[in-house]
C-alpha cells in the first residue's frame, strides 16, 4: 500500500490578510508536514493532533514545503511513465527517495548522500530529480571541472514494494485534496502565480 499525508502548518488569519502578489514574493509555498507511507514504512511525519498556540510559535510542525514535495511527486509518477529509474530529493536535507520500476511494481529505498571527502573543491550540487544515478560537478581550485558519481548509504528505512497504479492514483487524489484545500481554506490566494502553477500540474498530471 501508499499513502500520502499532509498538514498545512499556517497562520490562517495571516495568510486570509495576504494579496496574492504579496503571498508570492514573501511565502510561495505552505509550511507544514509530509508523510509518505509505503507498506507502513514511512518517510516524513504527520502530527494529528491539536497544535497549540505554543507549540505553533516555536516551529514545531513547519517543516516541510508542501507544494514542492507535490510538485515532486506529480513529476515522478510522470517521469516513472517513460523511465525504469528516478531518484528525487527530500527537500532541504541529505536523504534522497530511490525508486526503481519493475513492471507494474515500484521498489522504494531511501539513501543519504555521504559527503565528499575531497580537499580544495568547489561542490557545483546535484539536480533535484533524476531518471540516472547522481552526478555531481567538482570544480578544483586549478580550475578543471570533473564529474564524480555521487556516493549514497542506505537509511534506517526498510526497502518495500508497491505498485506504480498504486502510487499514480494516491498522487493524484492527494494533489486534488490539496488544491480544494488551498481554494477553500484561502480563496484570497487561488489567483497567486505559484498556486496558478500548481494547479496546471495537478490538472495536467495525465498529459
Known sequence: MFEIKYRIVEDIKELLLL???VFDDDFNDFEGQIELNFNGNKIGYV???KISEEMFKVGCFQDEWVILWFTHLIQAVKLLRKNNYLIFSEIECSDWIDLTKLGDSIKVR?????PYN????????TPAMS????CAEIVLNTGETFTKDVEMETTDFVESFIS??????????K??????????VFPNLINSKSI???????????D
Open 19 to 21: 494579496t496574492p502578489e
Open 131 to 134: 531518471v540516472t544515478p547522481l
Open 196 to 206: 496558478k502553477e500548481f494547479k496546471e500540474l495537478v490538472y495536467d498530471i495525465d
Open 118 to 125: 575531497i580537499k580544495n573543491f568547489k561542490y557545483g550540487g
Open 47 to 49: 502530527f494529528e493532533g
Open 110 to 114: 531511501e539513501l543519504r548522500q555521504i
Open 164 to 173: 506504480y497504479t498504486e502510487f499514480e492514483q494516491e498522487v493524484k487524489r
Open 175 to 184: 494533489s486534488m485534496m490539496l488544491l480544494n484545500e488551498i481554494r477553500d
